[in-house]
């Protein structure tokens, strides 16, 4: 039976290491499904722990917002968090532990230890302008899964560089860990949820939600048999050339198994961008696919 049998009533917000490390060997016979998010609850989230609830004895959703992933000090400080909500959420969509830990304890200020990234690819596409954002968000995965150690891993698809560098860590660290992935929910305008945008202006807002219509017509245009990557990123360049409170920082064309950039699209590939809008950067992306659904 994979859904826990009233061994605990209700979600316990539990902010020490060692006691969540207890009360999970408690139970150690039963799967444990983690849901590892940073900062605001959104619906990507939601579905995630709700997948993690129908597979799993015990479900771990962590909460950890760490100055270390990000650029600087102000973005750090910025970044929204509802700890209270997002307890509620948690909640109602069936975790048994929400896991805020300490800062300090979890981090072991003194701490000379992380993950290295050696492929290239860490410093690319949304990587641009950050070289160790990867390797930081590694380095915090890699302590949950020795603090919670989940049979099952859930996460969406909404970072396809992130879903890549996982892959390869549990596989080659030897976790014995599924990682389950799951499609990225999108807005009405078919962009990725970001709770960020909250920091736009409306008219930036209204800028960058013209994003959904630019990528709309760049799969109709690999749809009818442009396959140039170069001709497809100039049509979106031109397009983003009349959002002029947004301010490219890159388009690229690559496939969809290793991120590599292609100059020529066989069957399918990813158009990823990335954009300045205001205080913050947007990063998205659509596939391009031969048949539009």
């Given at each position: 039976?994979?859904?826990?049998?009233?061994?605990?009533?209700?979600?316990e917000t539990i902010k020490d290491i060692k006691e969540l490390k207890r009360k999970?060997?408690?139970?150690?016979?039963?799967?444990?499904?983690?849901?590892?998010?940073?900062?605001?609850?959104?619906?990507?989230?939601?579905?995630?722990?709700?997948?993690?609830?129908?597979?799993?004895?015990?479900?771990?959703?962590?909460?950890?917002?760490?100055?270390?992933?990000?650029?600087?000090?102000?973005?750090?400080?910025?970044?929204?968090?509802?700890?209270?909500?997002?307890?509620?959420?948690?909640?109602?969509?069936?975790?048994?532990?929400?896991?805020?830990?300490?800062?300090?304890?979890?981090?072991?200020?003194?701490?000379?230890?992380?993950?290295?990234?050696?492929?290239?690819?860490?410093?690319?596409?949304?990587?641009?302008?950050?070289?160790?954002y990867y390797e930081e968000q590694l380095t915090t995965l890699v302590k949950l899964?020795?603090?919670?150690?989940?049979?099952?891993?859930?996460?969406?698809?909404?970072?396809?560089?992130?879903?890549?560098?996982?892959?390869?860590?549990?596989?080659?660290?030897?976790y014995d860990c599924n990682l389950k992935v799951l499609p990225a929910i999108r807005?009405?305008?078919?962009?990725?949820?970001?709770?960020?945008?909250?920091?736009?202006?409306?008219?930036?807002?209204?800028?960058?939600?013209?994003?959904?219509?630019?990528?709309?017509?760049?799969?109709?245009?690999?749809?009818?048999?442009?396959?140039?990557?170069?001709?497809?990123?100039?049509?979106?360049?031109?397009?983003?050339?009349?959002?002029?409170?947004?301010?490219?920082?890159?388009?690229?064309?690559?496939?969809?198994?290793?991120?590599?950039?292609?100059?020529?699209?066989?069957?399918?590939?990813?158009?990823?961008?990335?954009?300045?809008?205001?205080?913050?950067?947007?990063?998205?992306?659509?596939?391009?696919?031969?048949?539009?659904?």
């Amino acid at each position: 039976m994979k859904r826990r049998c009233c061994l605990v009533i209700n979600m316990e917000t539990i902010k020490d290491i060692k006691e969540l490390k207890r009360k999970l060997e408690r139970w150690s016979n039963g799967s444990v499904g983690l849901v590892h998010t940073r900062g605001p609850l959104n619906e990507g989230h939601i579905e995630m722990i709700k997948a993690a609830r129908k597979e799993n004895f015990f479900v771990v959703v962590s909460n950890i917002v760490l100055q270390r992933e990000f650029n600087d000090v102000k973005e750090y400080e910025l970044y929204p968090r509802y700890c209270a909500e997002d307890e509620r959420k948690a909640t109602l969509s069936g975790a048994d532990f929400f896991f805020v830990p300490e800062v300090e304890a979890f981090e072991c200020m003194d701490s000379v230890i992380g993950i290295k990234i050696k492929d290239h690819l860490k410093e690319e596409l949304n990587g641009q302008g950050r070289p160790h954002y990867y390797e930081e968000q590694l380095t915090t995965l890699v302590k949950l899964f020795n603090i919670v150690e989940p049979k099952n891993f859930y996460m969406c698809d909404e970072d396809l560089q992130q879903v890549y560098f996982i892959e390869r860590v549990l596989k080659q660290l030897h976790y014995d860990c599924n990682l389950k992935v799951l499609p990225a929910i999108r807005d009405e305008n078919q962009l990725l949820l970001d709770s960020r945008k909250e920091y736009l202006k409306q008219d930036e807002k209204n800028q960058v939600n013209r994003l959904g219509k630019i990528f709309a017509k760049a799969q109709t245009a690999y749809a009818k048999g442009m396959t140039s990557s170069r001709k497809i990123k100039w049509h979106v360049e031109n397009e983003l050339s009349d959002l002029y409170l947004c301010q490219l920082e890159f388009v690229e064309i690559v496939e969809p198994e290793r991120l590599r950039k292609i100059e020529t699209i066989i069957n399918e590939a990813i158009l990823m961008i990335g954009v300045k809008v205001g205080k913050i950067t947007i990063y998205d992306y659509v596939r391009l696919k031969k048949e539009i659904n």
